[in-house]
């Protein structure tokens, strides 16, 4: 047991004197594919990044750290070798004088999100376009929270040549503009009168660069487009139209630091769906702000004698139920304020240690009339109304005064002056 123990307090100490996991560092498992790292590293480099986190030493360790541990597990060869032999693997490997090169954590940094690495708002960078999308999820995901995923199709720095558009990482500078991409040219316009032109450079095509081998996936223009996933979390009571900002996830490119992607979460039209929690009566609930709106409809026997119950599932399944005890009366279009079943308070709207809250489910009642009546009951219904009527029945016509013929409007020329 004692020995036991002792192992035990041997391993934790090992393990306090290595440098943190890589995988741990990312927080993704072993088995993570390139996918998996690439995300992380996205992730959590924008979290930690120095310009993020100023005059915060750890976050500026930590910024590096994952810079290491990214470099580390993108590439097969070192990702083995760090399997196999930990972080004293790497170290030997390093020391073996490996042609690979490190990379610097702020070159790394440019390559996923462009510019030189640095993605304060607050510096003279240059930032690449906002990029917009529309999501639309159903109401049931704003009443119920919900954490989903989206795609969007958006240019991204090519990995394959990290940005630099060439095959073998040769890129020369434009002999004829000297990189500018523009050359001046001179027009004599008179003897001793000369025009001075900038044109685009020809040579370079205005790039000033001139790549002898382009790479082969993005064919020397530095991008690609591809789809990137993006996790999405719906929280409870968000409002349709609300405007979730992914930081730096914009199209990339070599040449700025990318924008945001700004992400407009709306609301589908209503539809019933497949599945059971998909066909709630709560589908068809129209929202205001907070509050939901519901029509009911009741029979002419309900909405007059009472004596009726109604249970109405809502977006997460639990049943409202509404009544009338016998001779309570519902009169057409009235509306019935149930507290508490309207739509969840975004928590961003509550104040401070509210609790939760929610707002109000507004019932209006349709009273539906039948048209058609069996013979029997037809008849057993009319008596029951002559009855009541000669005893006490009234004609509204004559209490109002109207007149029984029509009356007639004064001709044009009669009209009276003014
Ligand atoms: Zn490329
Ligand atoms: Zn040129």
């Not at 995988?23 to 310009?51: C, M, N, Q, V, W």
């Not at 929280?235 to 490119?253: H, L, Q």
Request: proline share 5%; aromatic share 8%; glycine share 10%.
């Amino acid at each position: 047991m004692l020995a036991r123990t002792l192992l035990l307090l041997g391993v934790l100490v090992l393990a306090v004197l290595c440098a943190e996991d890589y995988y741990k560092l990312l927080g993704i498992k072993k088995e993570a594919s390139e996918r998996d790292i690439k995300k992380a590293y996205r992730t959590l480099s924008k979290k930690f990044h120095p310009d993020k986190n100023p005059g915060d030493k750890e976050a500026e360790k930590k910024f590096v750290d994952i810079a290491e541990a990214y470099d580390v597990l993108s590439t097969e060869e070192t990702r083995k070798i760090y399997d196999q032999y930990g972080h004293d693997g790497i170290e030997q490997h390093k020391r073996g004088g490996s042609p690979r090169q490190r990379h610097d954590p702020f070159d790394l940094f440019s390559r996923f999100f462009g510019g030189s690495g640095h993605f304060g708002h607050q510096s003279t960078e240059r930032h690449g376009p906002n990029m917009e999308v529309r999501v639309a999820v159903p109401l049931r995901d704003f009443y119920n929270g919900r954490k989903t995923e989206f795609t969007v199709e958006k240019q991204a720095i090519c990995s394959e040549c990290e940005g630099s558009g060439s095959a073998d990482g040769h890129v020369e500078t434009c002999d004829m503009c000297g990189g500018h991409g523009v050359v001046i040219k001179r027009h004599q316009l008179a003897p001793g009168m000369f025009q001075q032109i900038q044109a685009h450079c020809d040579k370079c095509g205005g790039k000033g660069k001139i790549i002898k081998k382009p790479c082969p996936v993005c064919g020397g223009s530095r991008v690609i487009k591809e789809p990137e996933t993006h996790e999405l979390q719906i929280e409870k009571g968000m409002p349709s139209g609300v405007r979730i900002t992914y930081e730096n996830e914009a199209d990339e490119s070599p040449d700025w630091s990318a924008g945001d992607l700004i992400v407009h979460l709306i609301e589908t039209d209503p539809a019933y769906g497949q599945q059971d929690h998909e066909r709630t009566d709560g589908t068809f609930m129209r929202r205001r702000g907070n509050d939901l709106y519901w029509r009911e409809v009741l029979s002419l026997r309900e909405a007059w004698m009472g004596d009726w119950t109604r249970n109405i599932t809502h977006l997460d399944g639990h049943i409202v139920q509404l009544s009338r005890k016998r001779g309570e009366v519902v009169q057409p279009h009235t509306v019935e304020i149930v507290k508490d079943e309207g739509m969840p308070v975004w928590h961003q709207q509550l104040e401070n240690n509210a609790g939760e809250q929610w707002g109000t489910l507004n019932v209006e009642y349709v009273v539906v009339l039948p048209d058609m009546m069996e013979k029997g009951m037809e008849k057993e219904f009319w008596a029951v109304w002559e009855k009541w009527r000669k005893k006490g029945g009234k004609s509204l016509d004559k209490e109002w005064g109207r007149p029984k013929e029509p009356i007639v409007m004064p001709k044009e020329d009669e009209h009276d002056e003014l």
